[in-house]
């Protein structure tokens, strides 16, 4: 098989590929450039035999002052770095965009089909198209607000002011409603959408609140993709089983990463909705490709394809990100692994 027929055949639940496909959501260029010195992620990904690769819309950065940027939707943004995405320089919001009804009312969203957002998506399907998975990024009705409204405050809001914040999510979700199609038009072969609804811990939420304000965009996100026969990826950290009944039947086609540090047990996940969705996941990177040894990562691999790989339906990945504080052997000795263990049929 090549990349594409044994990415789908998993994703799909259509049997046992040749082997269990391989993704990551980002891979850190520290990383690529110790194992393969000058390569893109494009030559990484075609090097190494990875399956799939991730791309996003490109926000067109506006520079403000040292360190802070203002995005696409106004909100300004300083850039630091965050324990939550393996040591990497995120964005972090600053200041609500908006505060009021009246702020609201002369607010113009971003234009989610101007053709500067998708040079990186144009870039890969030129390049990949029919020989690697190309999915496409994006969020929906939880992250956005809470940029463009601050954390404290949308939250308030859904308790004392519901209509206000479910006008922001509206707004939002219709962009990337509009931008997902658009990224279909082009030749995305695979929609993901990226928010994080829980902790360790659990939701960020209750699971009322998480009905009411959050699962109606990301059902809007996920008909999209539907509607045009094209399989849809959820990716949420942390601690789901309180939620993961209402995403599965959501509609979702798959469920990554399956957070081990959260608690998350891919056989589990596997047992309880594998004739549902796909399993993508879960090698923590949290801990183990952080800290373990090449060893550790091999054995670590071999219990998950152990676990969730026979009859297929899995797909192996990091639990979140290959970042920068991965030494590059464990990220090369996970890769060489899934070739040695996950070879169907599975025996192990």
């Known amino acids: 098989m090549n990349s594409v027929e044994r990415f789908f055949t998993a994703l799909q639940r259509k049997g046992e590929p ?19 010195p000058g390569a893109t992620v494009y030559d990484f990904i075609e090097k190494m035999d990875i399956d799939a690769l991730l791309v996003v819309e490109d926000i067109p950065w506006e520079d403000v002052g040292p360190g802070v940027k203002r995005d696409h939707w106004g909100v300004l943004r300083r850039f630091e770095f965050s324990s939550m995405m393996g040591f990497e320089k995120w964005p972090i919001p600053l200041a609500p965009k908006i505060t009021s009804e009246k702020e609201l009312a002369a607010y113009i969203p971003p234009n989610p089909r101007e053709e500067r957002r998708f040079v990186s998506l144009n870039k890969a399907i030129e390049r990949f198209k029919g020989n690697k998975v190309i999915i496409f990024g994006h969020h929906s009705s939880l992250l956005y607000p ?69 699962l109606p965009g990301l059902q809007k996100v996920i008909n999209t993709a539907k509607e045009r026969n094209i399989p849809f990826i959820k990716h949420s950290d942390g601690y789901l089983w309180p939620i993961l009944d209402k995403l599965v039947n959501a509609g979702i086609d798959a469920l990554n990463p399956i957070e081990p540090a959260a608690g998350m047990d891919i056989g589990e996940v596997k047992e309880a909705y594998g004739d549902r969705i796909a399993v993508i996941g879960n090698i923590d990177c949290a801990h183990l490709l952080s800290f373990g040894t090449p060893e550790d990562v091999k054995n670590a691999v071999r219990e998950c394809i152990r676990k969730a790989s026979p009859g297929g339906g899995h797909i192996i990945s990091s639990s979140n990100v290959i970042h920068s504080g991965i030494p590059p052997e464990n990220y090369a000795a996970m890769i060489k692994a899934v070739k040695e263990y996950g070879c169907y049929p599975i025996q192990l």
């Open 18 to 36: 040749d082997r269990v496909p391989i993704m990551d959501l980002d891979i850190a260029p520290e990383v690529i450039n110790s194992l393969l």
């Open 146 to 214: 809470w940029f463009i409204l601050g954390t404290e405050n949308l939250f308030r809001y859904y308790i004392d002011n519901s209509r206000f914040a479910k006008r922001v999510i509206d707004m939002v979700v219709d962009y990337f409603v509009e931008l997902e199609k658009y990224a279909i038009e082009l030749g995305a072969d695979v929609i993901l959408d990226g928010e994080d609804y829980c902790g360790n811990n659990g939701l960020f939420m209750s699971p009322e609140h998480f009905d009411e304000f959050v």
